[in-house]
């Protein structure tokens, strides 16, 4: 594989800090794909999905607040750099299209409701001052063009260009909030630790941090006097290291000027970011689904409710793992961490009853030492997003799994079957528990299951290319956790994919 690279390739590699193996590795996955996931089941509130009933959910709670006072650190992670361009495909395609007004449904509720956009004024002050007329005005001289041109380009607001992040997305009076903000007040009412302390890690891209940064500077100390809390708050950015070779559709390598093309892996290069985050316990959670104060209470509680849930049965994971580890146990003791194990954390291996006691304890510490996520599950009513599954692991154990529609084998009548069945799915809504019993961090990288990627099509300058995306965060970068699904309600996933979900109901005040 090595001769198909210059010495200037190797460079580039060494720059980034890839190595050729590496590349290999990935061309090697272009020629034969990834392997489709072997699923055994969905799972539902019946089998894999923990419903707590409303009584309960008091208890967990609590074990949250009592586990806020311990001293123990706590994090908020936030996915920041996707682009808002996606925001806004339609008013594009308005913006490049022959019509100078309005004609599909979408476009023309967008104008009509105009006002309720908490960028609204800053639009209308743009409209004023580079054409003298406000956004009424303009559009009574069908001047709608013009009105799109000042939001998305660089001669307005330039929301076309910029990370969903730093967008108005909520009016509240004569303010407007973006979703950074959002997610401030947010962490104050469930990341708090004992002294006040919140601390909230973006990862933004490298063009758009010294935005992000001069936001924050500018409103943090206005938002710890309102939530009387101190905001530590930090950026990291995806590492070069991360990036996959493009390559083209005969699978060589695709280049630019002579220079091989990378791009970034996806999400799942954030695993390495996550990693480096020194935190007992992290919260996941994207940066658009945010929701305006007076819905904040109940997304909250349930916040609590999933953090709570993985500090319970955390405890008993340690307990069992220093129980194994004293040497002093019966075999009553291990048919119960058995039990814990299958009926709990849903992890099972059919061979378990050709094991001898002395094996079923090595298995049952390998299984249980292992970072914890709990994951919030919402019903399914046809949003995007990861579904969950009862899934082979490459060692022949079953375990829980946040699956892509890409993992599995739809031309099988029965994966197919599985998949439409599907009740919920998961709008990234994550605890984490990242360090094991002795107090230790995980090594996060160590716990991808790396055949998990997907390929997807691309173009570039009108060149048809082959993308490798990484493990996804959520699905094969964390497919060797402990994972446990919690149902939540709906009304805890709040997305903005396009710019007119902020005028539904959720997103106005």
């Known amino acids: 594989m090595q001769e198909q690279f210059t010495s200037e390739d190797i460079s580039l590699f060494n720059k980034k800090g890839i190595t050729?193996?590496?590349?290999?590795?990935?061309?090697?996955?272009?020629?034969?794909?990834?392997?489709?996931?072997?699923?055994?089941?969905t799972a539902t509130t019946e089998k894999g999905i923990a419903a707590i009933e409303a009584g309960n959910t008091y208890r967990y709670i609590n074990l949250w607040e009592e586990y806020l006072q311990g001293g123990n650190t706590v994090v908020k992670f936030v996915p920041a750099s996707g682009a808002a361009s996606r925001m806004f495909k339609t008013?594009?395609?308005?913006?490049?299209?022959?019509?100078?007004?309005?004609?599909?449904?979408?476009?023309?509720?967008?104008?009509?409701?105009?006002q309720k956009f908490a960028f609204y004024n800053d639009l209308n002050d743009a409209c004023i001052k580079i054409t003298e007329r406000d956004i009424e005005g303009l559009a009574l001289e069908n001047k709608f063009k013009e009105i799109v041109r000042l939001l998305l380009t660089e001669d307005g607001l330039n929301y076309g260009n910029?990370?969903?992040?730093?967008?108005?997305?909520?009016?509240?009076?004569?303010?407007?909030?973006?979703?950074?903000?959002?997610?401030?007040?947010?962490?104050?009412?469930?990341?708090?630790?004992?002294?006040g302390k919140v601390n909230i890690h973006f990862t933004v891209s490298p063009e758009h941090r010294q935005l992000f940064e001069k936001l924050l500077d500018k409103v943090t100390g206005s938002y710890e006097s309102s939530t009387q809390a101190s905001f530590s708050i930090t950026f990291s950015e995806q590492k070069p290291k991360t990036d996959t070779i493009a390559v083209n559709p005969d699978n060589t390598p695709f280049r630019e000027n002579g220079e091989i093309l990378f791009r970034p892996g996806g999400h799942g290069a954030l695993i390495e970011n996550l990693n480096?985050?020194?935190?007992?316990?992290?919260?996941i959670k994207n940066i658009d689904n945010v929701v305006p104060d007076r819905l904040k209470e109940e997304e909250s509680r349930y916040k609590k409710v999933?953090?709570?849930?993985?500090?319970?049965?955390?405890?008993?994971?340690?307990?069992?793992?220093?129980?194994?580890?004293?040497?002093?146990?019966?075999?009553?003791q291990l048919l119960e961490i058995l039990h814990f194990t299958q009926n709990e954390l849903n992890t099972k291996n059919p061979e378990i009853k050709y094991l001898e006691d002395g094996e079923l304890v090595v298995y049952l510490k390998e299984k249980l030492n292992r970072p914890l996520r709990v994951c919030g599950m919402v019903k399914n009513v046809g949003e995007p997003g990861g579904g969950p599954f009862f899934a082979v692991n490459n060692d022949g154990s079953i375990s829980l799994q946040i699956l892509e529609s890409s993992q599995i084998d739809l031309e099988d009548p029965a994966k197919k079957e599985m998949f439409e069945q599907g009740t919920h799915f998961n709008p990234v809504d994550l605890v984490c528990g990242v360090k094991d019993y002795q107090g230790n961090k995980f090594d996060l990288k160590e716990y991808v299951d790396k055949k998990t990627g997907f390929i997807s099509h691309k173009s570039k300058n009108g060149k048809e290319l082959k993308a490798l995306e990484l493990p996804g965060l959520w699905n094969g970068a964390m497919s060797d956790w402990n994972t446990i699904f919690i149902e939540v309600p709906l009304s805890t996933f709040n997305p903005v994919k396009t710019v007119n979900d902020l005028l539904r109901e959720e997103h106005q005040n």
């Open 20 to 41: 050729v193996e590496q590349v290999s590795d990935q061309i090697n996955f272009f020629e034969k794909g990834f392997p489709f996931l072997e699923i055994i089941n």
């Open 91 to 114: 008013l594009f395609e308005f913006l490049d299209g022959i019509s100078d007004v309005p004609e599909t449904e979408y476009v023309r509720t967008f104008f009509r409701d105009l």
């Open 162 to 195: 910029l990370p969903k992040g730093l967008l108005k997305f909520h009016s509240y009076g004569d303010y407007g909030r973006t979703p950074v903000e959002e997610h401030l007040v947010e962490g104050s009412l469930y990341a708090k630790s004992k002294n």
């Open 276 to 283: 480096d985050l020194d935190a007992d316990i992290i919260f």
């Open 306 to 332: 999933l953090a709570g849930y993985l500090v319970d049965t955390q405890k008993k994971i340690f307990e069992y793992l220093q129980t194994i580890d004293s040497g002093e146990y019966t075999h009553d």
